[in-house]
């Protein structure tokens, strides 16, 4: 899959609003924009923003406690 970078998505949306001179929505407007939606989508899924980190474990306990900011 392509990597898609801010820049196209707010290029296609000018496309699709039929602004793209930027007249009525600016491109920070549509940034502001994208950066909501991009926060939305990981609050309703924290999956979307997966980070693999190693984690120190604890020798000779079976039971682990995850970092605070762990799911």
Do not use: F, H, Y
């Amino acid at each position: 899959m392509a990597t898609v970078i801010a820049k196209n998505i707010l290029d296609r949306a000018a496309t699709i609003l039929q602004d793209t001179t930027g007249t009525r929505w600016p491109q920070d407007e549509l940034l502001s924009w994208l950066n909501d939606a991009q926060r939305e989508v990981v609050l309703l899924r924290p999956d979307a923003c997966a980070v693999n980190e190693a984690i120190p474990v604890s020798a000779g306990i079976s039971r682990q406690t995850l970092p605070a900011a762990a799911l």
